[in-house]
């Protein structure tokens, strides 16, 4: 039996141009190949992208999952045992709802202000700052969690995510921050 977790894009991985980047007309290439080796040695060959979320860690996550085996067994994939809150198979009891991400934030860890720095901010930031605590904090009706390394495609937008819900992927760059 063999098991393996990959990233989602494991399965267009193929053949590179001259210039060491992906070759639009080889994608996948590597993956059907890969598979295809497996087969030729008796391996019967299945996959799926799993999210984290449907099995009770609270990241929304997904990763690709294969496995291939030729013991003769039927490959199985689990069943989700969570799914989203407002599903009706959460509220017929038949799943567990997500977990969320505050219940991994110890909140009684006090967390330093950027106001008491040793070097004050500057008067636009300050600005912008009074913009966004009016708009998400002051009129918003829960706490929540942003991004703030301005790794999302989307930065110049909305960042949050909800407490409630499955905490995003996170990187080894630092940037999530409770409003």
Same mark, same amino acid.
């Given at each position: 039996?063999?098991m $393996?977790?990959n990233?989602?894009?494991?399965k267009t991985w193929?053949?590179l141009?001259?210039? #060491?980047?992906p070759c639009?007309?080889g994608k996948?290439?590597?993956?059907?190949? !890969?598979?295809n080796a497996?087969?030729?040695?008796?391996?019967?060959v299945?996959?799926?992208e $799993?999210?984290?979320?449907d099995?009770?860690?609270? /990241? @929304?996550r997904k990763?690709?999952?294969l496995? %291939?085996?030729?013991?003769? $067994?039927?490959i199985?994939?689990?069943?989700?045992?969570?799914g989203?809150?407002?599903?009706?198979?959460v509220?017929?009891g038949?799943?567990?709802?997500?977990?969320? +991400?505050?219940e991994c934030i110890d909140?009684? @860890?006090?967390?330093?202000?950027i106001? /008491?720095?040793?070097?004050?901010?500057a008067e +636009? /930031?300050?600005?912008r @700052? +009074?913009? #966004?605590?009016d708009? !998400?904090?002051m009129?918003a009706?829960?706490p929540?969690?942003?991004? +703030?390394?301005h790794?999302?495609?989307y930065?110049?937008?909305?960042?949050?995510?909800s407490?409630?819900?499955? $905490?995003q992927? @996170?990187?080894s %760059?630092?940037g999530?921050?409770?409003v």
């Amino acid at each position: 039996v063999i098991m $393996l977790e990959n990233v989602e894009e494991f399965k267009t991985w193929g053949t590179l141009g001259k210039d #060491g980047r992906p070759c639009p007309e080889g994608k996948g290439r590597t993956f059907k190949s !890969f598979v295809n080796a497996l087969k030729r040695q008796g391996y019967e060959v299945d996959w799926r992208e $799993l999210r984290a979320c449907d099995y009770g860690s609270p /990241t @929304i996550r997904k990763r690709f999952f294969l496995i %291939a085996r030729r013991d003769g $067994l039927k490959i199985q994939w689990p069943a989700p045992t969570h799914g989203s809150p407002e599903s009706s198979q959460v509220q017929k009891g038949l799943l567990k709802p997500w977990r969320t +991400a505050a219940e991994c934030i110890d909140w009684s @860890i006090d967390c330093p202000s950027i106001f /008491t720095r040793k070097r004050p901010l500057a008067e +636009a /930031t300050m600005n912008r @700052i +009074a913009k #966004g605590l009016d708009k !998400f904090v002051m009129n918003a009706g829960n706490p929540f969690i942003v991004k +703030a390394n301005h790794t999302a495609p989307y930065y110049r937008y909305f960042r949050g995510q909800s407490l409630q819900a499955p $905490l995003q992927t @996170i990187t080894s %760059a630092p940037g999530f921050a409770v409003v």
